[in-house]
């Protein structure tokens, strides 16, 4: 059971990214997938995450209305687009499985990281 996330970078403030999260093991489908990010010297925190059939997503009120998370359980991935953003966004993303909206989460990827220059 693997989670891999990718897509992280260095990009300028107002700049976008797209965050990928494949799973190698075991099928996606079965879980909702959420999006963290950790700064340093600060706590976890849930961004964003999706319902197993994409019905339902959960946005914490600092990425709601410049994040997006979609998944294509065809592909086995989940992305989140990451627009507009901030120099308080440098963090190491990183993607989990579990269940309900904030949690629990069971498995963990590696993060990528995202590094916004102002």
């Known amino acids: 059971v693997q989670l891999q996330a990718s897509g992280g970078g260095l990009v300028q403030a107002g700049g976008y990214l797209r965050l990928s999260c494949a799973a190698s093991?075991?099928?996606?489908?079965?879980?909702?997938i959420g999006w963290f990010r950790q700064a340093p010297g600060k706590e976890r925190e849930l961004l964003a995450s999706?319902?197993?059939?994409?019905?339902?997503?959960y946005y914490a009120e600092s990425v709601k209305g410049r994040f997006t998370i979609s998944r294509d359980n065809a592909k086995n991935t989940v992305s989140m687009q990451v627009n507009s953003l901030k120099p308080e966004d440098t963090a190491v993303y990183y993607c989990?499985?579990?269940?309900?909206?904030?949690?629990?989460?069971?498995?963990w990827g590696q993060g990528t990281l995202v590094t916004v220059s102002s």
């Open positions: 989990a499985a579990g269940w309900g909206a904030v949690g629990p989460y069971v498995y």
């Open positions: 093991g075991f099928t996606l489908d079965d879980y909702t």
């Open positions: 999706i319902s197993w059939n994409g019905g339902n997503t």
